[in-house]
């Protein structure tokens, strides 16, 4: 059981893992296979190919997937127009939304990331064909907000407190998550920018506090959302703050058009709970150990699927604001419907981790006593140090609760499809987690 104490730092770039290479079970060669797709796939991504596996409709030729490649052919011939803006660009997910858009995105002139701390690896994206723009800034800062928006035709919306850890105060996830998400809507409507994509959570569905399970649920299926956690309810109401906001009128008179993403748990590059398992497995002389039945399922989805769900959202809005203005969607992919630590195990296991146990070790009555107790350290350590271990009671109900996505919303309004395979979307969260990506995800 993860019980250890998780440092509060976040060390994303530049990791390089334990570096156990796959062990057994032929999985050099599928590696190699996969990474041979994917550079396949990333030439096809690139401008003037068609976006494989999904592709999108571009602007101007929906319906027709045929003309895909012909109409970026034609975006990219076109100079550039566009300038978007990306709260939290330099986050986990941010960063992966940053990268798409400059791959994904031809008809991008100037692309703003703003982030609270601003990570090296921007330094890299400036020297490209985009006008890369680094505004070190805070979101619960109005004017700050405020003038990094002004100008920009699209707001795409990342930034966040994420912790049901205890590290972060509540009062501090609410003037980050919702004030600061007032804070860009404002901004967008003073500055007369028309798109803005929110990125929400499943936490704002579930699991709630009764722990009912979410079974292959989609964005109608009724469920009662009741939540207790700073987090869940910091998400819950931004986004509600972002779907009411659609339909405002913005500066020059034309209509604000906001929708909302939300991913279920993601998972890929820059995943550091996925890196934190990883080092608790090693300093566990390779095992970790079964806490939550295998049964309770929990949806997963790719880190660069999210990402281009973001940057599909955004360039269709305009096109389809009637459809998809006040919309939300969840995010998803071909990921397995599997418990949190089966899933986890997708990726350790080739990384020379074992899961012990086919069932939970502990009886969950002595899990939630120990939740208890830590809860009771933080509490009593606070004033000494930062005491923010994985398993709480509301991990451990998270964990313990069926929470899977089935829905085809997204490919019915805007043509989404998954860009990444499950087999890609593994050997590329694998291979960064033995540290042999490039990147400095
Ligand atoms: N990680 C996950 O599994 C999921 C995340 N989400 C949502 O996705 C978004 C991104 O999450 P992650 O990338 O995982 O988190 P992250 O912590 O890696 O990224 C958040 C970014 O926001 C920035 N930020 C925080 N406070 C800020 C402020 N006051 N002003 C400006 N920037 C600030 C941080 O510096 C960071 O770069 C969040 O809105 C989160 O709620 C939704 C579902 C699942
Ligand atoms: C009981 C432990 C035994 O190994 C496992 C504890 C796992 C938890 C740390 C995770 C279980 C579910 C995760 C959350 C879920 O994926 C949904 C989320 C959505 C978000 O918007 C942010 C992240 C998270 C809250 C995610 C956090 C980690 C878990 C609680």
Redesign the pocket.
Known sequence: MPVDCQVAT?G?CGSRGGGQRARGLGWAPFLERARREEKRAEGRRRCGGPASPGGSLSSGQRGRPGTVAAARMAACAEAPELVYLV??G?????EHVVRMLLEQEPRLRELRV????LSPWLEELKTGPVQVTAIQ????QAHEVAAAVSGAHVVIH?????DVFGRVSPETIYK??VQ?TQNVIEACVQMGTRFLVH?????VVGPNIKGQPFHRGDEDTPYEAVHKHPYPQS?AQAERLVLEANGREVRGGLTLVTCAL?????YGEGH?IMRDFYRQGLRLGGRLFRAVPASVEHGRVYVGNVAWMHVLVARELEQRAALMGGQVYFCYDQSPYKSYEDFNMEFLGPCGLRLVGTRPLLPHWLLVLLTALNTLLQWLLRPLVLYAPLLNPYTLAMANTTFTVSTNKAQRHFGYKPLFSWEVSRARTILWLQGKEGSAQ
């Open positions: 976040r994303r709260t939290g330099c986050g986990f997910l941010g703003f982030d609270l701390r800034g805070d979101v619960t990342t930034a966040g407190v994420v980050v998550n600061g990125t929400s959570s499943m936490e998400k939300r991913p279920t748990g993601i550091q």
